[in-house]
Nanobody, 116 residues
Framework: VQLQAFGGGLVQAGGSLRLSCVPS????????MSWYRQAPGKQRELVAQ???????RYAEFVQGRFTISRDNADDTLNLQMNNLKPEDTGAYLC???????????WGEGTLVTVSS
């Protein structure tokens, strides 16, 4: 199974984008779904996570601006990003952990660019 992330683009500061991460097939026993981002020259950082039980966790720098959600019908992972800031610029990647050993699947990034 592969993950396809899309929805990135160029937006002005204060604008919004909605990212989606779609699996190519069924992933059984999903434990955790996450969005990460990586800005040029910086380390990858966690943006938001949602557990199999629906519990959500956000990085402090996106609290109140971003919302993570999961479509249980097809396991699509979404990230609604509002009030975007230039420092939100980067490649956004999705990750799914599943099974007894939390096997991780990574999607290719979708690029978000926020202009000031």
């Amino acid at each position: 199974v592969q993950l396809q992330a899309f929805g990135g683009g160029l937006v002005q500061a204060g604008g919004s984008l909605r990212l989606s991460c779609v699996p190519s097939g069924k992933i059984f026993n999903i434990n955790l779904m996450s969005w990460y981002r990586q800005a040029p020259g910086k380390q990858r950082e966690l943006v938001a996570q949602i557990t199999s039980g629906g519990r959500k966790r956000y990085a402090e720098f996106v609290q109140g601006r971003f919302t993570i959600s999961r479509d249980n019908a097809d396991d699509t992972l979404n990230l609604q990003m509002n009030n975007l800031k230039p420092e939100d610029t980067g490649a956004y990647l999705c990750e799914v952990q599943s099974g007894r050993f939390n096997r991780a699947i990574w999607g290719e990034g979708t690029l978000v660019t926020v202009s000031s």
